[in-house]
């Protein structure tokens, strides 16, 4: 076995150091965003209009925001903006089922939602019934 030096054992100590200080801050961090998604899914589930659900797009890591389905657990039938359809080019979506993201959920989707309009169509169909106009683009 070959010694090591007072040096080797500073700077391996060192690097040590850092990596348990990095882990603690990516802990710190995970924990921020558990809290803040879990804050955002008491506020919504007592504010949010029934008949529609929460959707997280199943990307890593998190979207920030989640989006609004009309629909339930089980279908969550069509998003309310069109941010919701979330993969091939806007033509479908694949969602974490009533998830919540770290700032809460798009806040057409919750307007829309609250004026009881019905989900949008994918891309090619979508026709922004009932959209403000400064919304379209969302
Ligand atoms: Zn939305």
Known sequence: MTEITTEQ?????????????????????????????????????RMLPK??????????????????????????GLPMCKRGWNRDNGTSYS?????????????????RAFKGLDGVKPKEYQDYEGMDPEEKDK
């Open 9 to 45: 054992a500073v700077k391996h100590l060192d690097y040590l150091l850092k990596a348990n200080r990095a882990q603690e801050r990516e802990r710190k961090r995970d924990k921020k965003i558990a809290d803040a998604e879990s804050a955002n899914r008491e506020f919504y589930s």
């Open 51 to 76: 008949g529609y659900i929460a959707g997280l797009g199943r990307d890593y890591p998190h979207p920030r925001l989640a989006h609004l389905y009309k629909g339930d657990i089980d279908d969550p």
């Open 95 to 111: 969602i974490w089922r009533n998830n919540y993201g770290r700032d809460g959920i798009c806040t057409v989707c919750v307007k």
